[in-house]
């Protein structure tokens, strides 16, 4: 589930709690989180809703001016029209992991273990200390360079990428990528030998 940023300033101000989405399948459920730019997101609900019982509140409450301008956004969509109740739950806990500039032994060789093993399966063989060492190369260095220069696609590359941020060893810039502190700390003592 995305939201504009224009929507996620007004989420993390307490203004929008609501959204309304066409789905043939919901891809959140209650009880669930969703990590935005804001931070995390608790799901609290969500509930299918026929269309006609919606509100001028349910359209305030997803940052609309107006019922009409609600129903608007939603009328290109196919599927059930589902409610999602959520509220800020606190920042993304990656921000924190990624700011980590210091690794014991055990937290390197776990590192070390998660990433060699995503190699071992990599059909297009050993890739993450190679994507680590480009995006450590320059600050902003794009998906496409970096595919360019590993010889993968762009897509299945992002994909890649994602799985280090996941990690805390990556930031995505407006424009590519950089290693974060974390990912400069694990990247310096492989480099080191140890």
């Not at 989180?33 to 359209?59: F, H, K, N, P, Q």
């Not at 424009?175 to 700390?185: C, D, E, I, K, M």
């Amino acid at each position: 589930m995305l939201f504009k940023q224009a929507v996620l300033d007004r989420i993390a101000g307490g203004e929008v709690r609501l959204a309304f989405r066409r789905w043939t399948k919901p891809t959140v459920s209650a009880g669930g989180t969703l990590r935005t730019a804001i931070g995390v997101l608790a799901i609290e609900a969500v509930d299918e809703v026929a269309a006609g019982s919606l509100t001028e509140a349910d359209a305030a409450a997803a940052g609309f001016g107006s019922l009409d301008a609600l129903m608007a956004a939603l009328g290109g969509h196919e599927g059930k029209l589902y409610r999602i109740a959520f509220a800020r739950a606190g920042d993304d806990p990656r921000i924190a992991l990624r700011r980590i500039d210091r690794l014991d032994a055990g937290e390197q060789a776990a590192l070390a273990a998660r990433l060699h093993a995503w190699d071992a399966r990599s059909p297009s063989g050993p890739w993450t200390l190679q994507a680590l060492r480009l995006i450590g190369s320059r600050d902003g260095i794009t998906a496409a360079e970096i595919a360019e220069r590993l010889g993968v696609e762009k897509l299945a590359l992002k994909a890649r990428i994602r799985r280090l941020k996941e990690f805390g060893l990556t930031e995505s810039l407006v424009a590519g990528y950089r290693l974060s502190p974390r990912g400069r700390a694990f990247l310096e003592t492989r480099q080191a030998g140890t």
